[in-house]
C-alpha cells in the first residue's frame, strides 16, 4: 500500500514535447506539492495545493501546469520541454498547511529530456 | 526568507563511529525544522523534526538533533554508525509564521558513507 505515487517512474522525451506526471495519494491529506531536485541533489518547491486550491506557485515557468483533480491527485503537466527540465520530481503531500507537518514523499520521476 | 546550509556535502564515517551532520538555518521567526534521509533512487522519508517541544529530538534508526537557538543550529548524530545508514540527507526549515503555507526549504544535502 504506497502512500504516495507517482507514474512514470522514468520520463524520456524530446524537447518540445508535451508531457504529464501522475501524483496519487492515499492518506487522506488535503495538502499535496511538487518539488523539482536538480542534478546536484537540490530541492526546490515547484507547487502546493491544499483541497485543490492553488496555494504556492514558487516563480515555476508556465510551462508547467498542476491540476488537482480531486484532493488525493496532483498531476504535473509540461508543454514545450525544455533541456533544463531535466530532474526528478516528486510529488509529496501532507495533512493540511500546517507548518509542523511532516510531508509524505513519493518515489520520484526521473524526467530526461533529449 | 528562510535558508539551509548543510556544512559539508560528503561526509565518510567507520562502522560504528560517531556520525554528526551539520545544519544552520536562517530565519526571522522560530523555525520548524525536519531531517529527511534520501536512499539511492527512492523519495525522502522523514527522520526527525523540531516542533518547539524539547530541544533534543529522538527520531528513527537511532537519529537524534538538537535545536540550538543561540547557535542557529540543528545537528544531526548518531552514536554508532551502521552499513544501512549510507545515503544522502537532507535537513529544511519551515517557517513559523508569514505565508509559507508549510512550505520546506531545503539545504543542499550531505552525503553520509559508511565503511566497514
Known amino acids: 500500500d504506497t502512500a504516495v505515487s507517482q507514474t512514470p517512474k522514468y520520463l524520456v522525451t524530446q524537447m518540445g514535447n508535451d508531457k504529464s506526471i501522475k501524483c496519487e495519494q492515499n492518506?487522506?491529506?488535503?495538502?499535496m506539492y511538487w518539488y523539482k531536485q536538480d542534478s546536484k541533489k537540490f530541492l526546490k518547491i515547484m507547487f502546493s495545493?491544499?483541497?485543490?486550491?492553488?496555494?504556492i506557485n514558487e516563480t515555476v515557468p508556465n510551462r508547467f501546469s498542476p491540476k488537482s483533480p480531486d484532493k488525493a491527485h496532483l498531476n504535473l503537466h509540461i508543454n514545450s520541454l525544455e533541456l533544463g527540465d531535466s530532474a526528478v520530481y516528486f510529488c509529496?503531500?501532507?495533512?493540511?498547511?500546517?507548518?509542523?507537518?511532516?510531508?509524505?514523499f513519493g518515489p520520484g520521476t526521473r524526467l530526461t529530456v533529449l | 526568507a528562510q535558508s539551509v546550509t548543510q556544512l559539508g556535502s560528503h561526509v565518510s564515517v567507520s562502522e560504528g563511529a560517531l556520525v554528526l551532520l551539520r545544519c544552520n538555518y536562517s530565519s526571522s521567526v522560530p523555525p520548524y525544522l525536519f531531517w529527511y534521509v534520501q536512499y539511492p533512487n527512492q523519495g525522502l522519508q522523514l527522520l526527525l523534526k523540531?516542533?518547539?517541544?524539547?530541544?533534543l529530538v529522538k527520531g528513527i534508526n537511532g537519529f537524534e538533533a538538537e535545536f540550538k537557538k543561540s547557535e542557529t543550529s540543528f545537528h544531526l548524530t548518531k552514536p554508532s554508525a551502521h552499513m544501512s545508514d549510507a545515503a544522502e540527507y537532507f535537513c529544511a526549515v519551515s517557517d513559523a509564521g508569514g505565508t509559507s503555507y508549510g512550505k520546506l526549504t531545503f539545504g543542499q544535502g550531505t552525503i553520509l558513507t559508511v565503511h566497514p
Open positions: 523540531y516542533t518547539s517541544a524539547a530541544t
Open positions: 495545493y491544499n483541497n485543490k486550491e492553488l496555494i
Open positions: 509529496a503531500s501532507s495533512q493540511d498547511l500546517g507548518l509542523a507537518n511532516t510531508q509524505y
Open positions: 492518506l487522506g491529506h488535503d495538502t
